[in-house]
């Protein structure tokens, strides 16, 4: 599975929309782009996913580049209980999906 | 519809001794992982299963077995404890390759 890289800390104000990048140059063709979401103690909770076209559902809107090299997670109007650490990993879509590693995300902190 | 159950939530081991994570799903997922989390860490695969009777290494499986001999249950036994294997416990589910995880709430061990 492709390595990502993702800032370790960001701050968004109340009401804003939050970007979050996450860098996955290595990504190869069968790989698609997961971002979950870890509030304190909790478990995971999965957000959204894409493959090369930009996806949105109830929670967030994902932006990938056309050379999918990158990708945006985007949270259209932050409240405080957005405040979490956010993953963004990329794993393959095939019998191998099983192998997901996470990183150490980024800590996003949205401030009142 | 419970989603992902593990159990105990929290447990203390001496070290030396062994014991077995639960971990189970009622949504016929047949993709399943299990994944330890150290305080300010991020997550780290220790195995995973694409289905029952499969199963395969991640990042950190030593000193950890486990079987699938069901779609519904991953167990996850640690065999001769360490206090290196104090940390949180994250059992994961996933009905196909495209589709993000569904995590358990998680085991807190503590190796004393």
């Known amino acids: 599975d492709a390595k990502t890289t993702q800032p370790p800390s960001m701050d968004c104000a109340e009401g804003r929309a939050a970007n979050l990048p996450c860098n996955h140059s290595t990504i190869s063709g069968n790989e698609y782009v997961y971002w979950y979401r870890q509030i304190h103690s909790q478990g995971p909770q999965y957000i959204i996913h894409g493959l090369k076209n930009n996806e949105t559902n109830e929670m967030a809107s994902l932006i990938i580049t056309e050379d999918r090299k990158s990708s945006t997670l985007i949270l259209p109007h932050a409240t405080l209980r957005d405040t979490a650490v956010y993953y963004c990993?990329?794993?393959?879509?095939?019998?191998?999906?099983?192998?997901?590693?996470f990183g150490d995300g980024t800590t996003l902190t949205v401030k009142p | 519809n419970a989603g992902v159950t593990q159990t105990p939530k929290f447990q203390v081991l001496k070290t030396g001794q062994s014991m077995t994570l639960q971990c189970a799903q009622d949504?016929?997922?047949?993709?399943m992982s299990w994944y330890r989390q150290d305080p300010g860490m991020g997550l780290r695969l220790i195995h995973y299963?694409?289905?029952?009777?499969?199963?395969d290494q991640g990042e950190v499986p030593n000193g950890y077995n486990v079987s699938r001999s069901t779609t519904e249950d991953f167990p996850l036994r640690l065999l001769s404890a360490a206090p290196s294997q104090t940390s949180v416990y994250f059992c994961a589910s996933s009905y196909t390759p495209e589709y993000g995880y569904t995590f358990g709430s998680g085991t807190r061990l503590t190796v004393v």
């Open positions: 990993i990329v794993r393959a879509g095939n019998t191998n999906a099983g192998k997901s590693t």
């Open positions: 299963s694409v289905g029952a009777g499969i199963t």
């Open positions: 949504m016929n997922h047949e993709y």
